[in-house]
Nanobody
Framework: QVQLVESGGGSAQAGGSLKLSCVASGRTDRRYAMAWFRQRSGKEREFVAAIGWSGASTRIGDSVKGRFTISRVTATNTITLHMDFLEPEDTAVYYC?????????????????WGQGTQVTVSS
């Protein structure tokens, strides 16, 4: 059984940095794109960043472009979201997701497996 195990997150000051990691535990093949979404309090779930199965292609959401990057270690099916120049508006629960396709997508409907979520809080 495949599970997405998230780690990292926590609290930071505005302008600071944090990293989130997610491993697809139990996954032995390497065919699926993975991504991060987030949900701010009272808001709908929002796309943050996605990366293809090989790590060669990425997509970054407009609200975090230029501040966040995503990387992947294909051998371990682990992705990392590098969050720099954090803003209070980045405060949210961040969710790791695995797609049922190999190329990255911004559409949550393309994702079949979701992690439990991890809280990120940015103070001003």
């Amino acid at each position: 059984q495949v599970q997405l195990v998230e780690s990292g997150g926590g609290s930071a000051q505005a302008g600071g940095s944090l990293k989130l990691s997610c491993v697809a535990s139990g996954r032995t093949d390497r065919r699926y794109a993975m991504a991060w979404f987030r949900q701010r309090s009272g808001k709908e779930r929002e796309f943050v960043a996605a990366i293809g199965w090989s790590g060669a292609s990425t997509r970054i959401g407009d609200s975090v472009k230029g501040r966040f990057t995503i990387s992947r270690v294909t051998a371990t099916n682990t992705i990392t979201l590098h969050m720099d120049f954090l803003e209070p508006e980045d405060t949210a629960v961040y969710y790791c997701a695995e797609a049922f396709r190999g190329s990255p997508s911004e559409d949550s409907e393309d994702y079949a497996l979701w992690g439990q979520g991890t809280q990120v809080t940015v103070s001003s």
